[in-house]
């Protein structure tokens, strides 16, 4: 629950300094935080913690991505500074190079050699890469390296 004590303390700052997005976007994250708490029926781990703030910001991701295509720059914008405001608070996500390494490691201990294999492999890639792998690149570059 630390991060939630963090999350927290940064809205109360948030909403002194009358910074409005801010503070709607913080407590958004606590309010999710707090549901997922209340649906437990206990405190949640930091993984758990991590988990829930990856989920929020993958659907601003996507959100984003849709309001694009949609033509809703003012809408792009939000969600972008929101997806910043989320992004300060999980872990620095691996790069490209990282990510490549951890699948070719990953094909050579599965002995994977094609396609089909690929339900064999990415438990194994995002187990290795824990809370820092973003799976669609690993999926990306493990079916390059299948190919």
């Given at each position: 629950?630390?991060?939630?004590?963090t999350?927290?303390?940064?809205?109360?700052?948030?909403?002194?300094?009358?910074?409005?997005i801010?503070?709607?976007?913080?407590?958004?994250?606590?309010?999710?935080?707090?549901?997922?708490k209340?649906?437990?029926r206990?405190?949640?781990?930091?993984?758990?913690?991590?988990?829930?703030?990856?989920t929020?910001?993958?659907?601003?991701?996507?959100?984003?991505?849709?309001?694009?295509?949609?033509g809703?720059?003012?809408l792009?914008?939000?969600?972008?500074?929101?997806?910043?405001?989320?992004?300060?608070?999980l872990?620095?996500?691996?790069?490209?190079?990282?990510?490549?390494?951890?699948?070719?490691n990953s094909?050579?201990?599965?002995?994977?050699?094609?396609?089909?294999?690929?339900?064999?492999?990415?438990?194994?890639?995002?187990?290795?890469?824990?809370?820092?792998?973003d799976?669609k690149?690993?999926?990306?570059?493990?079916?390059e390296?299948?190919?």
């Amino acid at each position: 629950m630390k991060l939630f004590k963090t999350i927290q303390s940064d809205m109360y700052q948030a909403m002194k300094a009358k910074d409005a997005i801010k503070s709607k976007t913080l407590r958004v994250v606590l309010a999710k935080l707090k549901d997922k708490k209340i649906e437990k029926r206990e405190d949640l781990s930091e993984a758990e913690e991590l988990k829930l703030l990856q989920t929020l910001a993958k659907q601003r991701k996507e959100s984003i991505t849709m309001f694009r295509n949609g033509g809703r720059d003012d809408l792009v914008e939000l969600e972008s500074k929101e997806l910043q405001i989320i992004e300060q608070y999980l872990p620095k996500m691996m790069t490209d190079e990282e990510i490549k390494n951890i699948v070719k490691n990953s094909i050579e201990e599965t002995g994977a050699q094609s396609l089909a294999d690929v339900g064999k492999v990415m438990p194994i890639i995002m187990k290795k890469g824990a809370s820092k792998i973003d799976g669609k690149k690993a999926q990306l570059f493990l079916r390059e390296l299948l190919q």
